[in-house]
């Protein structure tokens, strides 16, 4: 009996049998995880080009640095870590030289709410320190536990808990602010 087709196999076979020399192993783990972590790291970043550049950073660093992968996490909570990083060894080294202008909100009397409620979500999530918008991000968008966003960020599990408490007692906070209104 052979082998399963590459879609039916887990990610650690996969990651077990690109390491092993299989050309189309790692192609796979990439068709599967490419878009939550894309998400990720335009959650991250909060700039679509440069997400692009650092999914594209992860990917790769993951592609040649697979055989340093131990098991101890799942191979998304890996991928997960290798993508903060990316995005964080970006950030850092991206950073603007001056201050943006404050970007302007749409009026609050037309009928778009849903994407003016999105954009203030945005603001504020944008508005909270880098460790509690991680966590965040990790945790109530992407659904990881705690457990894995404190893996993928390399931090104890109370520390996620305590910069998701804080960082949702901020965006309470910043929500509430009047925006606009006299």
Not at 77 to 91: G, K
Not at 137 to 164: P, Q, W, Y
Request: charged letters at 30%; hydrophobic letters at 40%; a negative charge.
């Amino acid at each position: 009996m052979g082998t399963l087709p590459l879609q039916e196999q887990d990610d650690r076979t996969l990651l077990r049998a690109h390491v092993e020399g299989d050309p189309d192993a790692f192609g796979e783990l990439f068709r599967r995880h490419r878009d939550r972590m894309w998400a990720v790291a335009l959650r991250t970043t909060r700039n679509r080009e440069l997400a692009s550049d650092c999914v594209q950073d992860a990917f790769i660093s993951a592609f040649r640095r697979a055989g340093s992968y131990r098991g101890d996490a799942a191979v998304t909570t890996w991928l997960h870590r290798i993508v903060v990083n990316a995005c964080l060894d970006r950030l850092r080294r991206d950073k603007p030289t001056s201050e943006l202008p404050e970007r302007e909100l749409p009026d609050r009397h037309d009928a778009h709410s849903s994407v003016e409620t999105r954009l203030d979500v945005r603001e504020a999530l944008d508005r909270l320190p880098e460790g509690q918008r991680l966590a965040l991000v990790l945790v109530d968008m992407h659904g990881l536990s705690v457990a894995e966003a404190a893996e993928v960020l390399e931090v104890a599990e109370g520390t996620v808990k305590s910069r998701c408490s804080r960082g949702r007692e901020a965006m309470a906070a910043l929500l509430r602010e009047p925006s606009g209104q006299p």
